[in-house]
Nanobody, 121 residues
């Protein structure tokens, strides 16, 4: 089985930063890409960023480029999302997922339980 555990969410003021982590465990995880999604109340799940297991390929939503940076540490089987200059519109539950590095959620096989990010104005 594969387990994904997110951490690093919390409450931050506008303009602040957070770093989310997603620790992966299980078999054959090194053959998959990983990604971050988020879901705000009353909205659909939204792609944030994706990365290949090697870290050579990344993708992200245009609106988040320059503020959010995705990275991966293969030795620790952990993916990160550095989020800077946060604003209240970034408030959501953030999920990590394993299976692809692209924006289509149907390409991901495993999902974490999510971590809440709240940005106060």
């Amino acid at each position: 089985q594969v387990q994904l555990v997110e951490s690093g969410g919390g409450l931050v003021q506008t303009g602040g930063s957070l770093r989310l982590s997603c620790a992966a465990s299980g078999r054959t995880i090194s053959t998959y890409g990983m990604g971050w999604f988020r879901q705000a109340p009353g909205k659909e799940r939204e792609f944030v960023a994706g990365i290949s297991w090697s870290g050579r390929y990344t993708s992200s939503t245009n609106s988040m480029k320059g503020r959010f940076t995705i990275s991966i540490d293969n030795a620790k089987n952990t993916m990160y999302l550095q989020m800077n200059n946060l604003n209240p519109e970034d408030t959501a539950v953030y999920y990590c997922a394993l299976g692809s590095s692209r924006s289509d959620p149907s390409e991901y096989v495993y999902w974490g339980q999510g971590t809440q990010v709240t940005v106060s104005s």
